[in-house]
């Protein structure tokens, strides 16, 4: 075990049960929370040991890293009766990997300020795979001391870990990051649709994008390993990316920017709605008809 350190997980689902692992196998003692009975019997199968109530796991970890749905939901754990900033104790440090909301997060910080309770935002990229591995990509807002303090927990959990500034930074990063996902998927799928169109077929064309300078993460990932051979298995969901590109879109607009690619592909997202299920693949956002919208 390390240095008598204890880290709690609290949302054990796709991402979070994959990092209480990795946290685990770099020998740290984990207690996972989750309010679903499905994520938390699943989690037991790990062998990972459950907390029975919030004040319980943080009564032991003095680190606690959140995987949760979305900002709301970290803002009522915290913020809520009995919630986090009622029981921390003074000193715990949270890190955040929750994809969220900065305009929530930035009312949520002074809360925990008043608690005394530190916060490291550190939204993750590399999908459930990256999460079980300790592999993610790690997008980090935060103090050099705290920083210090989480850095063991840090590197069991990501492999590249990016401290790209104060408290916050990290969320935007992460949003960023997404936009430009949703905007390469949007992208690839109709200029591979001219191609077909024209007569090249997607699978003959992609080693050559992929050797060019047209490539991207989409291209050089989501298409060979995804989608064109019909998994649509990445454990990312419609709903989540919709929840990232609309946020993306709220960043833009509360920085006062009108950007006409952002909003159009804002646009297509939320559309896709009436015809692509939420807890459908990403990836499926390439069968949608840009054409129809909806
Ligand atoms: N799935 C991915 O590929 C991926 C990649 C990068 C980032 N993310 C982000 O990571 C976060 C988690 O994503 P996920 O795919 O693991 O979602 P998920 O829905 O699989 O897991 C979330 C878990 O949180 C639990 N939960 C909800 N409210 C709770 C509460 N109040 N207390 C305790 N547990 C609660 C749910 O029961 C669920 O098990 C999201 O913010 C998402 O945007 C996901």
Redesign the pocket.
Known sequence: MKENTCVGV???????RGMANSLRRAGFEVHG????QA?REACAKDGISLADSLAGLLSRAGIVVL????SD?VRS?IEGPQGLADLARPGTLLID???ADPAVMRAVMPVLQRAGVALIDA??????RGAAAGELTMFIGGSQADLARARDVLSALGSKRFHIGDCGAGYIAKLVNNLLVAAHLLTASEAFRIAEAAGVKTGQLLDAINAGSGRSGVTLYNYPSRILNDAFD???TMQ?MR??VRLAQGLMQSVELDLPVCTQVAGIWQDSVASLADQEDFNRIVKFDTNRRG
């Open positions: 609290i949302g054990l689902g796709q991402m979070g929370l989750d309010a679903s994520a995987s949760l749905p979305n939901i754990l990997t929750t994809t939204p993750v990229s590399g999908g459930p990445s454990g990312f989540l929840k990232d």
